[in-house]
């Protein structure tokens, strides 16, 4: 599978207060790793309005209900009745110029009152609510396939279908410990260490009576194959602190073992304070958690939990 291609509407052809964008697969429609970026309304009640016209999703339309899944459009929830004629003008019309075919086709859509999107300048979609049917289309459209200057089609020819969303991978980076962000100062007071120039870049810290701290990952894992991986702190004594700066950097960071407390709530579940043991599974990254004696903590580890875990309130 190669990298992806995204078809783009610069111009929706309706707009709203908060538009939101997810993608749809067109592997099904005969285009391998070829995606269209569509605009919608979030409705509220888990569906999405469509607010433009695909240049190639079939079975989806103007004002339709879909479902989204990780950013796919994965279902049809309702449709709205209708219709968008796609017409794509051949680059080398033999019996009229790309400008004159242009020209045609946009005051068809201005004079018949249709909204239109254009996508490059031969290719365009025209909306159709239920029973319109402009006499003046079949001409200009017949005519005009018949001399060879462009090919169209109806989008409902076939019906939606959904490609297959692509599992979560969200990593989530805590920039300070709870106790550090709790605390006057936090990591600027006098005294304090920091392994890098900022938080957000440190792997180790040290402020003066808060405490000593270091980078691990925490790994959530999700029934469809995803995970969630928090990117947090952990407490650890301020002599276990310095074993920790010996090794980072040198070969025997690969069996590092830290036991320590969890220093970021995860979400739903919190847990700050909980015991953790990380471990190095990898040597470009920091260690992960690897169990815990928190009954809780170790079942957030090793269960595995529904999509929106990480959006849902704590208990």
Not at 37 to 44: N, P
Not at 82 to 108: G, Q
Not at 235 to 257: N, T
């Amino acid at each position: 599978m190669g990298e992806k291609t995204y078809i783009l509407h610069d111009e929706p052809a309706l707009t709203t207060a908060q538009p939101c964008v997810a993608h749809a697969d067109l592997t099904p429609f005969g285009f391998d790793d070829l995606h269209e970026e569509l605009w919608l309304a979030d409705l509220g009640d888990g569906t999405f309005e469509l607010r433009c016209l695909p240049f190639l999703v079939h079975g989806l339309s103007l004002h339709d209900r879909v479902t989204v899944t990780n950013g796919l459009v994965t279902g049809l929830a309702a449709a709205r009745g209708h219709r968008t004629l796609r017409v794509l003008i051949l680059s080398e019309p033999p019996t009229a110029t790309l400008e004159d075919l242009r020209e045609a086709f946009i005051r068809f859509a201005r004079d018949e009152k249709l909204l239109s999107e254009w996508s490059g300048d031969r290719h365009v979609a025209i909306d159709f609510p239920p029973d319109r049917r402009p006499a003046s289309l079949a001409d200009l459209l017949v005519q005009n396939q018949r001399d060879g200057n462009i090919v169209w089609e109806w989008n409902i020819a076939e019906p939606f279908v959904a490609g297959t969303p692509e599992p979560l991978d969200r990593h989530v980076r805590c920039v300070l410990p709870q106790p550090v962000l709790d605390s006057p100062g936090r990591e600027q007071v006098d005294g304090a260490w920091l392994s890098h120039e900022t938080a957000g870049e440190s792997v180790m810290m040290q402020v003066p009576g808060v405490g000593a701290f270091v980078r691990v990952l925490l790994p959530i894992q999700l029934v469809d194959g995803g995970k969630i991986t928090y990117n947090v702190w952990i407490g650890v004594p301020q002599e276990e602190l310095a074993r920790i700066f010996g090794v980072w950097w040198e070969p025997e960071y690969a069996d590092l073992r830290i036991a320590g407390l969890l220093a970021n709530p995860v979400p739903p579940w919190g847990l700050l304070g909980a015991p953790v043991e990380a471990v190095v599974r990898d040597v470009d990254e920091v260690p992960y958690c690897a169990r815990s004696d928190h009954p809780e903590l170790e079942r957030a580890l090793t269960a595995e939990w529904p999509v929106d875990v990480a959006d849902q309130p704590r208990p």
